[in-house]
């Protein structure tokens, strides 16, 4: 009798009954993987709504510096000091903590602008303690959230919507174009500065009545990882061969017996490990460089010693049908370019309200199969996502980058407007505050 090879669905059948023979050692670690990643869920929920939240709002003073970008930069260097070096694990795991974030806003409601800070109430010493070290003249005060200014949830009946969120067009380490660069000398200690903030709050006051403009910075502070990867962009620039990447411990676990029968070859005689030839590293000389690439270079060195914050920038507008204007959001972005810079970093907008549908492609209006529908679920996300102050989910296209946004690249972003601002409806303190007299009698 002639013994033919076992079949395909004979293996398979034998493989079934293994399994189900030895199922609890397989199923075992499946179940307390779900049941870990539930409790982490459970416990991140739970922690998020025991969060007490308040919202300042602060009114830049009548007579403000020019030099408010600046102020700006201390403050958010004095504001990194709440970042704790990261969350220990036990925290995590049977707390559910999850590091602070503040957001930042600068808000308009009808041309009424106002410029607003969400944080934890923990922190909300910190904030005006640093607020009023560089902004004396300044008014600071809690208010209502004003997202309830919005129904809580997106009513397409009544209301129009654009929203987007931004990334990098470069890695981290190349910088946007500062605020520094807007000052050009004009005599002996004096400089004439140009507001990079004055766009945004032009088009803010231009706003009507039932019109809901805000611009959100979400922020996080982070440590030095992204000085790491920073310090690879600096080799990059200098022609300097990057290092080969640590192998995983996958990889090194599947690597093991192939590097162990490799050894056993060598130590048997059967096989000679082929001599690695070495390169020779030519060494850098800042003279091979362009007077343009010197210029990248030291940027991206510079903003490598500063201080940065993990960043999500939202833009959000929402109107009442009659009063929708779509151009609105086409206009801030027009703050976002004189940022610009070829050879340096921009923001790039992307995660925006509308949706092509599948396959937009066969019709002449690119509005394919579900159009309608996917871009609904988007304005519903948007929606959310601003009044909860989410960070941004990370982009699918790989020519992105995720902002890291040091205390400069913040305070060009973000900052009290001085007097050069000439927007109408930006709001200031109407009456300057002292002290008492210290002989004033107290009975």
Known sequence: MIDFPETLLDNVLRFGRIALEYWWAWLTPILASLAYNEWLGYQKEKYLSGMKWTVLEVIPPPEILYSSPKAAEHFFSGLHASYGGG?????????????DWFSFEIVSNGGDIHFYIRCTEGQRNLIES??????PQAEIRVVEDHVALLPEKFDPAQYDLSANEYVFTQPAPYPIKLWQEFEEAGGKDEYQRLDPLAPLLEIM??????????????LRPTGGAWVKDGKAEVDKLIGKEAKPPEPSLATRIVS???MLLEQILIEMGLYTKPEEKKKEEK????????PVQKRVLEAVEEKLTKLAFKSSIRLFYAA???AFNGARGASVNAMFKQLYYNNLNTFKPYNGAKDKGKWPWLFPNEKGFGADAATLKKKEGAWGAYRKRAFSPPSKDPKDYPLVLSTDELATLWHLPGLNVRAPLVPRVQAKKGQPPAILPTR
């Open 320 to 322: 009442r049908k009659d």
């Open 130 to 135: 640093l607020l009023f070290a560089q902004y």
């Open 283 to 290: 060494a850098f000389s800042p003279q091979n460089l362009t």
């Open 205 to 218: 006051s231009a706003l009507r009545p039932g019109e809901h403009l805000a611009l959100q910075y979400i």
């Open 256 to 258: 093991f017996p192939f």
């Open 87 to 99: 969350i220990k694990w036990k925290d995590q795991v049977f707390g559910g903590k999850i590091p």
